[in-house]
């Protein structure tokens, strides 16, 4: 039977560590957390009724309570009686008590019950300063996951180290418990899809979207909208002006060469048809969308060449092929980013010609702001890592409540969509 008495003395300590998070209490902090870390997560650990974390309190901390502006009279004290040095001497508290926490390993991405992240509440309250800090440390731990998924175990060990990684392994799974992962592994969003994300934090709303199962699913022509069997929406009519500016930012003369990876609903292919390309080659994987695609003549359409498959396996045989475009675009559903990093990394860079333009429909963690920020400076990080300079322009979004009518998750609830538009260094 659990002792009611531990259970007690447990919540006390969460909210004598969450108190002290508050009052930007940073020495009584690491006293506590060095304390609690034994028995608990100090640095993550939660309040029952807001969902807060320590990152959380923090950052609420900092919302000013003055309703009216504040005036400063002619002796330098504001209306309210607070000296200018003292609000300086508050910000400052609260951005080396953010920075402790993160150093400590506190999830910057973690959710609480009003659906905020840390993140989502220095941007309502105005804290610029602190919201840049949340992103970075989002960058921080998308790029380590990045790095570890790449990571491949050494197969050249002796049989000694192999004996004792697999006694290892055995003991780990019989003590899961023990197992854990680093903090800043723990704090990164996993992304379900690469461009057209439905959520970077886990909200337990169904059944994950994956490659294979988005592959064997069967779709849903409507009017408007491309759903798959789950409801999760694949491509959108809503779309059309960011498709419309993309193919002409990629394709901005006839008698170009242009391949377009993921075909959907056909938006940007037949913004790309406009532009009268010389070769207009298209990879779908999805044979729904192939059988689509040929009831409405695509096949028949001027230099028009479609490929069936998915992108991994079709790519090579081009670059084998000594297959040049002027052009590329990028719109798949259902795969990661590490996909997404090996399209640009690995492919595009035999397929593009020395001039020529790429882009992709950026959708990566356009469930809340933040997660796009973050992404924006991952994505730029790897561009130039591969050799790629991006510019981005913006594009207001309209309203788009009523577009999820019928629709599982919204993969889009931000302001403004950052096109980008990819071309090698010079």
Same mark, same amino acid.
């Given at each position: 039977?659990?002792?009611?008495?531990?259970?007690?003395?447990?919540?006390?300590?969460?909210?004598?560590?969450?108190?002290?998070?508050?009052?930007?209490?940073?020495?009584?902090?690491?006293?506590?957390?060095?304390?609690?870390?034994?028995?608990?997560?100090?640095?993550?650990?939660?309040?029952?009724?807001?969902?807060?974390?320590?990152?959380?309190?923090?950052?609420?901390?900092?919302?000013?309570?003055?309703?009216?502006?504040?005036?400063?009279?002619?002796?330098?004290?504001?209306?309210?009686?607070?000296?200018?040095?003292?609000?300086?001497?508050?910000?400052?508290?609260?951005?080396?008590?953010?920075?402790?926490?993160?150093?400590?390993?506190?999830?910057?991405?973690?959710?609480?019950?009003?659906?905020?992240?840390?993140?989502?509440?220095?941007?309502?309250?105005?804290?610029?300063?602190?919201?840049?800090?949340?992103?970075?440390?989002?960058?921080?731990?998308?790029?380590?996951?990045?790095?570890?998924?790449?990571?491949?175990?050494?197969?050249?060990?002796?049989?000694?180290?192999?004996? &004792?990684?697999?006694?290892? /392994?055995?003991?780990?799974?019989?003590?899961? !418990?023990? @197992? %854990?992962?680093? #903090?800043?592994?723990?704090?990164?969003?996993?992304?379900?899809?690469?461009?057209?994300?439905?959520?970077?934090?886990?909200?337990?709303?169904?059944?994950?979207?994956?490659?294979?199962?988005?592959?064997?699913?069967?779709?849903?022509?409507?009017?408007?909208?491309?759903?798959?069997?789950?409801?999760?929406?694949?491509?959108?009519?809503?779309?059309?002006?960011?498709?419309?500016?993309?193919?002409?930012?990629?394709?901005?003369?006839?008698?170009?060469?242009?391949?377009?990876?993921?075909?959907?609903?056909?938006?940007?292919?037949?913004?790309?048809?406009?532009?009268?390309?010389?070769?207009?080659?298209?990879?779908?994987?999805?044979?729904?969308?192939?059988?689509?695609?040929?009831?409405?003549?695509?096949?028949?359409?001027?230099?028009?060449?479609?490929? &069936?498959?998915?992108?991994? /396996?079709?790519?090579?045989?081009?670059?084998? !092929?000594? @297959? %040049?475009?002027? #052009?590329?675009?990028?719109?798949?559903?259902?795969?990661?980013?590490?996909?997404?990093?090996?399209?640009?990394?690995?492919?595009?860079?035999?397929?593009?010609?020395?001039?020529?333009?790429?882009?992709?429909?950026?959708?990566?963690?356009?469930?809340?702001?933040?997660?796009?920020?973050?992404?924006?400076?991952?994505?730029?990080?790897?561009?130039?890592?591969?050799?790629?300079?991006?510019?981005?322009?913006?594009?207001?979004?309209?309203?788009?409540?009523?577009?999820?009518?019928?629709?599982?998750?919204?993969?889009?609830?931000?302001?403004?969509?950052?096109?980008?538009?990819?071309?090698?260094?010079?």
């Amino acid at each position: 039977m659990a002792d009611p008495t531990a259970e007690i003395n447990v919540d006390l300590e969460v909210q004598e560590i969450l108190l002290a998070a508050s009052q930007h209490d940073i020495p009584k902090l690491r006293r506590l957390i060095r304390s609690n870390e034994a028995a608990l997560n100090a640095a993550n650990v939660k309040d029952s009724e807001t969902g807060y974390s320590p990152l959380h309190a923090a950052i609420a901390a900092c919302e000013s309570n003055d309703e009216e502006p504040v005036n400063e009279e002619p002796n330098g004290v504001h209306s309210n009686g607070v000296q200018p040095s003292e609000e300086k001497s508050d910000a400052d508290s609260g951005v080396n008590t953010v920075r402790f926490l993160l150093q400590e390993g506190a999830i910057w991405n973690d959710l609480d019950l009003n659906n905020e992240t840390p993140g989502c509440i220095a941007k309502r309250i105005g804290k610029e300063e602190l919201y840049e800090m949340i992103v970075d440390a989002g960058v921080r731990a998308e790029l380590l996951l990045n790095r570890l998924d790449g990571y491949e175990q050494l197969s050249d060990m002796d049989e000694d180290e192999e004996g &004792e990684e697999k006694d290892n /392994d055995d003991q780990s799974a019989e003590n899961p !418990q023990e @197992e %854990q992962a680093p #903090a800043d592994e723990q704090s990164v969003p996993q992304l379900v899809d690469a461009t057209r994300n439905t959520s970077t934090v886990a909200e337990g709303t169904g059944p994950d979207v994956t490659s294979s199962r988005y592959l064997d699913s069967n779709l849903t022509f409507q009017g408007d909208r491309l759903l798959d069997q789950d409801q999760n929406g694949v491509m959108m009519a809503w779309e059309s002006d960011i498709m419309a500016k993309s193919a002409t930012k990629i394709l901005p003369a006839p008698g170009l060469r242009v391949l377009n990876v993921g075909h959907g609903m056909g938006i940007v292919d037949g913004f790309l048809q406009e532009q009268s390309p010389a070769s207009h080659h298209i990879i779908e994987a999805h044979p729904d969308v192939v059988a689509e695609m040929k009831r409405k003549g695509w096949h028949e359409k001027p230099g028009v060449q479609i490929h &069936e498959g998915r992108w991994q /396996d079709i790519l090579p045989t081009l670059v084998g !092929q000594g @297959e %040049q475009f002027d #052009a590329i675009y990028y719109d798949t559903f259902a795969e990661s980013y590490s996909d997404f990093r090996e399209f640009f990394s690995e492919q595009v860079i035999g397929l593009l010609d020395q001039e020529g333009k790429w882009g992709f429909f950026n959708g990566m963690g356009a469930d809340r702001q933040i997660s796009y920020d973050v992404y924006q400076k991952v994505v730029e990080m790897d561009l130039f890592e591969a050799g790629f300079d991006v510019e981005w322009e913006e594009i207001e979004v309209p309203t788009l409540e009523e577009e999820w009518n019928g629709v599982r998750r919204p993969y889009w609830r931000i302001e403004k969509y950052r096109l980008p538009l990819c071309k090698f260094m010079d």
